[in-house]
């Protein structure tokens, strides 16, 4: 896969942030202006984390998916989607996140969240206990 070369929109950085008592995330408006208005969060498929990116890099992301065998292409698409929602953050920054998301991603109340990996155009976060696992932080 050749190197990104555009870098102007890529997200940057490390942050950690907590879930609060609403089940509410804030989104750190460098990322923000990246994702738009409305994106989307998802829990992937493999570990306890979850993807935030724009609604068109979560069309790209299933794009190749939908080209699959329509078995495979539907039974993959369903795990990806089935509690992925679309979020709009509110005048402070934050997004709600829904309790399936927050159960499959095993965060509690308080929790700080870090990003784990940064994909270009797509954020991975988990509960800091398992970036700690994963060996991300210390």
């Known amino acids: 896969k050749a190197l990104r070369k555009d870098t102007s929109r890529m997200f940057l950085g490390e942050y950690r ?4 008592a609403k089940n509410r995330l804030f989104i ?27 609604a068109s890099e979560w069309d790209k992301y299933l794009e190749p998916i939908r080209n699959l065998n329509r078995k495979d292409s539907e ?9 992925a929602i679309y979020v709009s953050p509110d ?11 927050i159960e499959k991603a095993g965060l509690t109340y ?18 800091t206990r398992i970036a700690k ?4 932080i210390e």
């Open 17 to 20: 942030h907590n879930l609060d």
């Open 28 to 54: 750190p408006a460098k990322f923000r202006e990246e994702l738009g208005e409305n994106f989307v969060v998802a829990k992937l498929m493999r570990g306890e984390c979850l993807r935030v990116c724009s």
């Open 75 to 83: 039974r993959i698409i369903r795990a990806l989607t089935k509690e």
């Open 91 to 101: 005048a402070q920054g934050r997004v709600v996140l829904s309790s399936a998301l």
């Open 110 to 127: 308080g929790q700080a969240l870090q990003v784990t990996e940064v994909l270009g155009d797509m954020i991975n976060l988990a509960a």
């Open 133 to 136: 696992e994963m060996g991300v």
